[in-house]
């Protein structure tokens, strides 16, 4: 026995022995690494995937790759990894400005879909979907503003309990009466059970703050008003929503797309440019918000214009585009209270257009309920399926002239 420990003494202290554990040192770190990298590729649909894991497969994700896997939301394709990562939360929706003095806007080129309509005075506002198209990097929005009923709505279409992300809201906050009971928009979340503490509604007149939101006085190149200040980080809500529970499924196990309703999709079918411009008015008395879009033929996409000047990204410096436009008329009832409000009905039907492919399709919209998802109809009544990437619906007043 004793010449047994001798002899292993000796050897741990040969070069030999260095040799053979540095070896083994190295085998065990390699299949460390494997081990975490494999278990990153094979999470299942819905299972959570910590902040670490997904800034690691950020780090893997190569554009060149296959695109294979479908966006639930607009039908865009990306990879693989990305798919992993959007799959392991839920869709965030965020209200964003479009007042003149605080263009151009953070971030809403890297929405799956966008909502403009009129917030008030014929200013219209943003409600920005995000989900697929911000898996490959982090994302900050700006200026976040405050909340509308009829956007509520729509950002209820996005499975049960989205992230609502803005900055207070139209109220009763005095108690005397100066906002309508059917525009107020922070009653409604209440009552929709969004609005509790560590809810999916993030406010920051609420439980919302730093690191999700913050002040930014100099995102442009010149000073604003504080309201126009807002900025918000995508990454940072998905893990506050996390932390409360509200992941790819909630605290109960329930997934997020239980019951949503995805649109159909299809591939690009550029034809002839038969409405190669699309132009309307919101309000015909505010033309800094006049709107037209500009088919281009080489990409199949339309690009963004407010009043003759292109609209861009200022994180991205590209100009705002959409494969496919929507024209949806609704009812405008207002003002209808002293602070201004506008109701647009967002519930029930009414005519629509829709541009793709350098196309017009005529048709209508139907939306049976608050939470259900709002349909685009053909004359023929058959569903309208949507080109592949970035939707923009325009809830433009019933009756306004569009010109194409």
């Given at each position: 026995?004793?010449n047994?420990?001798?002899?292993?003494?000796?050897?741990?202290?040969?070069?030999?022995?260095?040799?053979?554990?540095?070896?083994?040192?190295?085998?065990?770190?390699?299949?460390?690494?494997s081990?975490?990298?494999?278990?990153?590729?094979?999470?299942?649909?819905?299972?959570?995937?910590?902040?670490s894991?997904?800034?690691r497969?950020r780090s893997?994700?190569?554009?060149d790759?296959?695109?294979?896997?479908?966006?639930?939301?607009?039908g865009?394709?990306?990879?693989?990894?990305?798919?992993?990562?959007?799959?392991?939360?839920?869709?965030a929706?965020?209200?964003?400005?479009?007042?003149a003095?605080?263009r151009?806007?953070?971030g809403?080129s890297?929405?799956?879909?966008?909502?403009e309509?009129?917030?008030?005075g014929?200013?219209?506002?943003?409600?920005?979907?995000?989900?697929?198209n911000?898996?490959?990097?982090?994302?900050?929005?700006?200026p976040?503003?405050s909340?509308r009923?009829y956007?509520i709505?729509?950002?209820a279409?996005?499975?049960?309990?989205?992230?609502?992300?803005?900055?207070g809201?139209?109220?009763?906050?005095?108690?005397?009466?100066?906002?309508?009971?059917?525009?107020?928009?922070?009653?409604?979340l209440?009552?929709?059970?969004?609005r509790?503490?560590?809810g999916?509604?993030?406010d920051t007149?609420?439980?919302s703050?730093?690191?999700?939101?913050w002040?930014?006085?100099?995102?442009?190149?010149?000073?604003?008003a504080?309201?126009?200040?807002?900025?918000?980080s995508l990454?940072?809500?998905?893990?506050?929503a996390?932390?409360r529970?509200l992941?790819?499924?909630?605290?109960?196990?329930?997934a997020?797309?239980?019951?949503?309703?995805?649109?159909?999709?299809?591939?690009?079918?550029?034809g002839?440019?038969?409405a190669?411009?699309?132009?309307?008015?919101?309000?015909?008395?505010?033309?800094?918000?006049?709107v037209e879009?500009?088919?281009d033929?080489?990409n199949?996409?339309?690009?963004?214009?407010?009043?003759?000047?292109?609209?861009?990204?200022?994180?991205?410096k590209?100009?705002l585009s959409a494969?496919?436009?929507?024209?949806?008329?609704?009812?405008?009832r207002?003002?209808?209270?002293?602070?201004?409000?506008?109701?647009?009905t967002?519930?029930?039907?009414?005519?629509?257009?829709?541009?793709?492919?350098g196309?017009?399709?005529?048709?209508?919209?139907?939306?049976?309920?608050?939470?259900?998802?709002?349909?685009?109809l053909?004359t023929?009544?058959r569903?309208i399926?949507?080109?592949?990437?970035i939707?923009?619906?325009e809830?433009v007043?019933?009756?306004n002239?569009?010109?194409?």
């Amino acid at each position: 026995m004793n010449n047994l420990l001798q002899k292993a003494k000796a050897f741990i202290a040969s070069k030999n022995a260095t040799i053979a554990l540095s070896f083994l040192g190295l085998y065990l770190l390699s299949t460390g690494i494997s081990l975490a990298i494999f278990s990153f590729l094979k999470k299942g649909p819905g299972e959570e995937i910590a902040s670490s894991d997904i800034k690691r497969g950020r780090s893997r994700i190569n554009l060149d790759l296959p695109r294979t896997e479908e966006c639930p939301i607009n039908g865009g394709k990306f990879t693989k990894i990305e798919r992993d990562i959007w799959e392991a939360r839920r869709p965030a929706t965020v209200m964003i400005e479009n007042h003149a003095d605080s263009r151009p806007p953070s971030g809403l080129s890297k929405a799956d879909v966008v909502y403009e309509i009129v917030a008030e005075g014929g200013i219209t506002r943003f409600l920005g979907v995000f989900y697929c198209n911000t898996a490959a990097e982090e994302v900050k929005v700006a200026p976040v503003r405050s909340a509308r009923i009829y956007f509520i709505d729509y950002a209820a279409e996005y499975g049960d309990k989205p992230i609502f992300m803005h900055v207070g809201g139209a109220n009763d906050y005095s108690g005397s009466g100066d906002t309508a009971r059917d525009v107020r928009a922070l009653e409604t979340l209440e009552a929709m059970g969004w609005r509790f503490a560590r809810g999916n509604d993030f406010d920051t007149t609420y439980d919302s703050g730093f690191p999700v939101f913050w002040r930014n006085y100099e995102r442009l190149d010149h000073p604003v008003a504080t309201e126009h200040t807002m900025m918000a980080s995508l990454d940072a809500a998905y893990e506050e929503a996390e932390k409360r529970g509200l992941g790819a499924k909630d605290k109960k196990g329930k997934a997020w797309d239980e019951n949503f309703v995805s649109w159909k999709f299809m591939d690009d079918k550029p034809g002839s440019a038969a409405a190669s411009s699309i132009s309307f008015d919101f309000w015909s008395n505010k033309p800094d918000y006049s709107v037209e879009w500009r088919y281009d033929s080489i990409n199949n996409r339309y690009l963004r214009f407010n009043a003759g000047r292109e609209l861009t990204d200022l994180e991205t410096k590209e100009q705002l585009s959409a494969k496919n436009v929507v024209i949806l008329f609704a009812k405008e009832r207002g003002p209808v209270d002293r602070n201004g409000h506008m109701f647009y009905t967002t519930v029930g039907s009414g005519k629509a257009l829709v541009f793709q492919n350098g196309q017009v399709i005529t048709g209508t919209w139907e939306k049976d309920a608050r939470t259900d998802r709002t349909k685009f109809l053909d004359t023929s009544g058959r569903e309208i399926s949507f080109v592949r990437g970035i939707i923009w619906i325009e809830v433009v007043p019933a009756g306004n002239i569009v010109s194409y």
